[in-house]
């Protein structure tokens, strides 16, 4: 049945507008990013757990709220079987839900690590799965997708959250070869530390001095300039770029570097 979701009869005519879904709308990167697209004439369908906060964001962008819990393995699914309902197809997805936890890996709360690996790396690879042939077959889409620093460059304490999201790094690097040529692109929005509710939600502040967090705005529009170009990498701010070549380059260096400098 999942396969099949983009084939799924609609309750409504598809949307004259490009729509957008986004996950983690009701927050942060997904929230600005949904308000940006909105003001930039998409038709915006909104993922997210919290309905209020949904609705609130629905009611000022006039996008629709479409509440799922995409720790669930079925969440997906459901997600885009409402989605297709609501707008007939998507133009693109920004997968931007998702959790972090800090401390020691031995230490990590196993439901914790479930729900990360759900949520920022199950839940993207499903909704691609999902939304792709749609895409494919208009030979027209975008996938968006939120990966962060602590993905390529590793970060101690983060080693949970740091995996999923090199996983969902590797997953748009294998992907871009699939898709040249196809009319549908991969992006890939690598931020470093972000001025959102997900450190609270986390439990721990972030505290180091640098790299200062950027505003969820500016990510927003790094992702709203990714829809639009064919740059399919971006880090923001944008030097957080040059650690992450030198780790590719000299991972042991790079760790001397990390472990003297912090
Ligand atoms: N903030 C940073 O420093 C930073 C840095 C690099 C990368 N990122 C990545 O950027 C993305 C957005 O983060 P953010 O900073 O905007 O965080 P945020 O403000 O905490 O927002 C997280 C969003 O994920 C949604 N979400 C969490 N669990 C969910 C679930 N089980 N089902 C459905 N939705 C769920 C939340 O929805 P509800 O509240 O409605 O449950 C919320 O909308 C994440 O993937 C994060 O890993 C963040």
Known sequence: MAEEAHRRPRSEGPSERPVALITGASSGIGRATAARLAGAGWEVLLSGTDRT?????AARTGGRALPEDLSKPDGPARLAEAALAAAGRVDAL????????????A??????LDRMIEVNLAAPLRLVRLLLPGMLERRH????LLGSIAGQVGVRDESGYAATKGGLAMFAESLWYELRGTGVGVRLVLPGPVDTPFFDRRGTPYQRERPRPVSAERVAETVVATIHTERDRLFVPQWLGVPARIHGAAPGVFRRMASRFG
């Open 94 to 105: 920004v997968a931007s839900a998702g959790l972090g936890w800090r401390g020691p890996y």
């Open 107 to 112: 230490d990590t709360p196993s439901d914790i």
């Open 53 to 57: 906060r949904l609705d609130e964001l």
């Open 141 to 144: 889409g975008r996938i968006v």
